[in-house]
C-alpha cells in the first residue's frame, strides 16, 4: 500500500511539473492538495509522513471520523465539500484553516457570526460554477465579482481566490473554457482592487484535467483517486447537498 501512494505521489508530481515547464511556470507556484474523501487515515498518513502538506475533506462526517488520527502529524486542512450551514461548527473544531467552497452570501454569514464567538479567522476561496451545470455547486460566474464584495466585509473571511470543478469531459478545450473564466473573473477582481481580498489562489483541476488547469492559471491542484486509488462511491456521493 505505502509503496502504491508513494508511487503515485511521485508520477503526479511529474505531471505538475511538466505542465508547468510547458508553460514556463515555476513548479513551486502550484500546490497540490490530496482529496482525501473515503480515503482511510493509514493511507492519508502515508502520505503525511511523507512530505505532503495540505489534505482536504468534501463531508464533515469524514472530517471529524479522522481527525484525531491525522492532528499528531503537521498538515494544513481544507474543506472542498459543499457545505451546509448547520455544520459550520464543526467546520471551526476539527481545524479547517481554509473552506475552498463558500458560494453563498447565507454561508458567509454563517461563518462569520461563529468565527465572531471564537474570536478567530479562516481563509476562503469563492466557488464558481464555471461550468454551468445544475449538479454542481458555486455561484454563477455573473454574480461572482459580486459575491466576493460581500464577503469581503466580514472581517474574519480572508478571501484568497477562487475554486471552480471543471466540466467532466473528455473535451480539453471544453474543459478549458471552465478553467479560462475562473482565470479571467480573478483579473477582473484584482482589478476592482476590493480591500480584504487577496486574489492569489486558482484552486481548480483534478487527476484527469490538472495539467489544462495548470496552463490556464491553477496554484492548487486538488487530487485524490490517482494517489490514493479508486473510490468507493460514485461522484454523487460527493456532491449531494442532502447528505452534507
Same mark, same amino acid.
Given at each position: 500500500?505505502?509503496?502504491?501512494?508513494?508511487?503515485?505521489?511521485?508520477?503526479?508530481?511529474?505531471?505538475?511539473?511538466?505542465?508547468?515547464?510547458?508553460?514556463?511556470?515555476? !513548479?513551486?507556484?502550484? *500546490?497540490?492538495?490530496?482529496?482525501?474523501?473515503?480515503?482511510?487515515?493509514?493511507?492519508?498518513?502515508?502520505?503525511?509522513?511523507? @512530505?505532503?502538506?495540505?489534505?482536504?475533506?468534501? $463531508?464533515?462526517?469524514?472530517?471529524?471520523? $479522522?481527525?484525531?488520527?491525522?492532528?499528531?502529524? !503537521?498538515?494544513?486542512?481544507?474543506?472542498? %465539500?459543499?457545505?451546509?450551514?448547520?455544520?459550520?461548527?464543526?467546520?471551526?473544531?476539527?481545524?479547517?484553516?481554509?473552506?475552498?467552497?463558500?458560494?453563498?452570501?447565507?454561508?458567509?454569514?454563517?461563518?462569520?457570526?461563529?468565527?465572531?464567538?471564537?474570536?478567530?479567522?479562516?481563509?476562503?476561496?469563492?466557488?464558481?460554477?464555471?461550468?454551468?451545470?445544475?449538479? *454542481?455547486? %458555486?455561484?454563477? !460566474?455573473?454574480?461572482?465579482?459580486?459575491?466576493?464584495?460581500?464577503?469581503?466585509?466580514?472581517?474574519?473571511?480572508?478571501?484568497?481566490?477562487?475554486?471552480?470543478? @471543471?466540466?467532466?469531459?473528455?473535451?480539453?478545450?471544453?474543459?478549458?473554457?471552465?478553467? *479560462?473564466?475562473? $482565470?479571467?473573473?480573478?483579473?477582473?477582481?484584482?482589478?476592482?482592487?476590493?480591500?480584504?481580498?487577496?486574489?492569489?489562489?486558482?484552486?481548480?483541476?483534478?487527476?484527469?484535467?490538472?495539467?489544462?488547469?495548470?496552463?490556464?492559471?491553477?496554484?492548487?491542484?486538488?487530487?485524490?483517486?490517482?494517489?490514493?486509488?479508486?473510490?468507493?462511491? !460514485?461522484?454523487?456521493?460527493?456532491?449531494?447537498? %442532502?447528505?452534507?
Amino acid at each position: 500500500m505505502e509503496e502504491d501512494i508513494l508511487h503515485n505521489l511521485e508520477v503526479i508530481k511529474t505531471r505538475i511539473q511538466k505542465a508547468c515547464e510547458k508553460t514556463d511556470r515555476n !513548479p513551486d507556484e502550484v *500546490k497540490l492538495l490530496l482529496a482525501t474523501k473515503t480515503v482511510s487515515s493509514e493511507r492519508i498518513k502515508i502520505a503525511l509522513e511523507n @512530505g505532503q502538506i495540505l489534505i482536504a475533506e468534501n $463531508k464533515v462526517q469524514e472530517l471529524k471520523e $479522522k481527525y484525531n488520527d491525522l492532528k499528531g502529524i !503537521p498538515h494544513e486542512n481544507h474543506f472542498i %465539500g459543499h457545505l451546509q450551514t448547520n455544520k459550520v461548527k464543526d467546520i471551526l473544531k476539527y481545524d479547517v484553516v481554509c473552506v475552498q467552497s463558500l458560494d453563498r452570501l447565507e454561508l458567509a454569514e454563517k461563518l462569520h457570526q461563529r468565527l465572531v464567538a471564537e474570536r478567530k479567522t479562516t481563509d476562503v476561496l469563492i466557488q464558481v460554477n464555471a461550468s454551468n451545470e445544475e449538479s *454542481k455547486f %458555486g455561484v454563477h !460566474p455573473n454574480e461572482a465579482v459580486e459575491l466576493t464584495r460581500k464577503v469581503s466585509e466580514f472581517r474574519t473571511l480572508k478571501v484568497k481566490g477562487l475554486m471552480t470543478i @471543471g466540466l467532466f469531459s473528455s473535451e480539453t478545450e471544453k474543459v478549458r473554457s471552465c478553467f *479560462k473564466i475562473l $482565470k479571467n473573473l480573478q483579473l477582473e477582481i484584482i482589478r476592482q482592487n476590493i480591500p480584504n481580498v487577496e486574489m492569489k489562489e486558482l484552486s481548480m483541476g483534478m487527476s484527469g484535467d490538472l495539467e489544462t488547469a495548470i496552463e490556464e492559471g491553477s496554484t492548487i491542484v486538488r487530487v485524490g483517486t490517482a494517489v490514493f486509488g479508486a473510490r468507493v462511491y !460514485p461522484d454523487s456521493y460527493y456532491w449531494d447537498e %442532502g447528505k452534507g
